[in-house]
């Protein structure tokens, strides 16, 4: 049985790098694997995608120096630090997959009509502050294109407008990715070439947000699954929560999508992924309908 690392010697030793060849995931193993995770964050990982957790965990393993998918189970259960490992659990199973302009026609609802009519609603009563949260945020990408079009085409509009933008994500490299403001040519690859010119400044391969950008836009580690967690995260003028639900189960999707609907103040909006609808999680919100795309208001 492996050693668990606990002294800085232990680290730097040679551990043996199994692959998937010498380490087999039982059937069993997964179930309970499968289990700790729904539990823990809803991610569901259905019959299909053994294979798929099997690599993934394989790396973490082989970083602890453990022996077996069961001594990794043990390692999660029983060790002392295990909610520190959950964060490096996370960092392993989670798809990130995410990109600058991922879906221009929500950006456009935001500009031609939500925000507008926010800020009319908002003068109203006084300050017109709005907030917005990027719910699995990924590295930041959907926030900062939230944070450019505010930028160009609605500062100008409203020169009162506050605007505070959170972006949160379960997986912590992927949050502190999204604080550096730094991106990779992969990321801004949608980017319409107007706003790759004006917002960000490229350094050899990497491309950094405008300054002006980022101040309005913070990250922070965050479960959508906690019940703890989303209690923090009230008054919300509009959510974005995209292509995340997909990897949730039924059960799970009303729950977060119940947490999100509380989380909005009245009147404010929900946009999910292109390819995902609340049909069937929740009843409670009025669709909206706006070109190439709908939004889920909160009446
Ligand atoms: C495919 S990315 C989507 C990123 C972005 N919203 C977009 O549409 O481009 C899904 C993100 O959901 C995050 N995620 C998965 N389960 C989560 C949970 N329970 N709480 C918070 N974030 C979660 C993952 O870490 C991942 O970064």
Not at 100 to 113: C, K, S
Not at 138 to 144: D, L
């Amino acid at each position: 049985m492996a050693q668990y690392p606990n002294t800085i010697l232990s680290q730097t030793e040679a551990v043996p790098v199994r692959t998937a060849f010498d380490l087999k995931l039982s059937d069993l193993s997964f179930e309970k694997f499968r289990e700790l995770i729904y539990s823990s964050c809803g991610i569901y990982f259905q019959d299909n995608k053994k294979y798929l957790l099997e690599s993934r965990l394989l790396k973490r393993m082989n970083h602890l120096g453990l022996e077996s998918y069961e001594e990794y189970l043990d390692y999660l259960k029983y060790n002392r630090t295990r909610e520190d490992e959950k964060k490096y659990l996370y960092e392993a199973i989670t798809i990130n997959e995410t990109f600058f302009f991922r879906n221009p026609p929500q950006l456009d609802a935001l500009v031609t009509t939500v925000i507008p009519e926010l800020v009319a609603a908002k003068r109203k009563t006084g300050k017109v502050k709005i907030r917005i949260w990027s719910a699995a945020s990924s590295s930041g990408e959907e926030a900062y294109s939230i944070g450019i079009i505010i930028a160009d085409l609605l500062k100008p509009k409203y020169p009162d407008l506050e605007v505070e933008i959170i972006g949160t994500d379960i997986n912590n490299m992927v949050i502190e990715a999204a604080k550096s403001g730094l991106f990779k040519e992969y990321s801004i690859r949608n980017t319409p070439g107007y706003y790759l010119k004006k917002y960000f400044k490229q350094k050899g391969n990497v491309f950094e947000i405008d300054p002006a950008v980022k101040k309005n836009v913070s990250f922070k580690l965050l479960n959508l699954y906690e019940d703890f967690d989303m209690r923090s995260m009230v008054n919300f003028d509009i959510i974005f929560c995209a292509n995340v639900l997909i990897y949730f189960d039924m059960k799970a999707k009303v729950k977060v999508v119940s947490n999100l609907y509380n989380s909005l103040n009245k009147g404010g909006y929900l946009f999910i992924g292109y390819a995902e609808t609340l049909h069937m999680i929740s009843k409670a919100f009025t669709i909206v309908s706006f070109p190439k795309t709908i939004g889920y208001k909160k009446e």
